[in-house]
């Protein structure tokens, strides 16, 4: 995945890239056409969003609802899911998260909905979850914040957290800093991670990251649970 010039761009080898206009900021994946347009004509408190067309829309909904869509079909979501079952296979706790709802608090940045669409908390079926996965559903940014995280993470002994997830500066970032805080030493998958802000992500990814734990890819994360067995 590329991100350059305030646009979106996926691409996966052998497989035609499916970003479409820069001006746009709409990316919709092949065969998504008809979820995306249920989706944009959802209504949000009686608002609808401010749409021209279903794939050319300026509606940061639908921006948001394409980044988020369109990572379930990308390495990203496919490194996440290789996190969980290498994490699975060691008998390790897998804690996989949703959220359905957002802080209260004022912001000077608008929000983009009062509502979060029906379905937003499904999570993606490549995570694969299984019967004995933790189910988180946060209503902050944070993983952490009024939820049984952090009991359930210290009921099965848990030391060290790897974190993975969207958005890299919002809720991955937000729950690094709150279980570095608790005390646990944090792994951020770097490379199973994404945000609609390049300059964000590389901020936290560059700045943030180092001082709240340790950063690894994917490959580095698993060959170390492998080698920890062997």
Partial sequence: MN???????????GE?????????????????????????????????????????????DALTWSCFDTLSCLSGAARASALADAFRRHRLPVVLVNVDASAPGRTEQTRRTAEFPAGWTDLLP???????????????????????????????????????????????????????????????AIDAMTDMNPDAHGNSVARIFPRLGETGTTREIVDLLENRSA
């Fill in 3 to 13: 991100l350059d010039s305030g646009c979106i761009k996926f691409s996966r080898s």
């Fill in 16 to 60: 035609a890239a499916v970003y479409k206009d820069c001006k746009d900021n709409v990316v919709v994946w092949p065969g998504r056409e008809s979820a995306l347009e249920k989706f944009v004509n959802q209504a949000y408190g009686g608002r609808r969003h401010k749409l021209t067309h279903t794939k050319s829309s300026h509606s940061e």
């Fill in 126 to 188: 490549e995570l694969n979850r299984q019967p004995q996965d933790h189910l988180v559903t946060k209503r902050t940014w944070g993983a952490f914040t009024n939820t049984d995280l952090e009991a359930h993470l210290k009921a099965h002994g848990v030391t060290q957290v790897v974190i993975a997830g969207v958005s890299t500066s919002a809720g991955v970032e937000s729950t690094a800093r709150h279980a570095y805080a608790l005390g646990f030493n944090v792994v951020l």
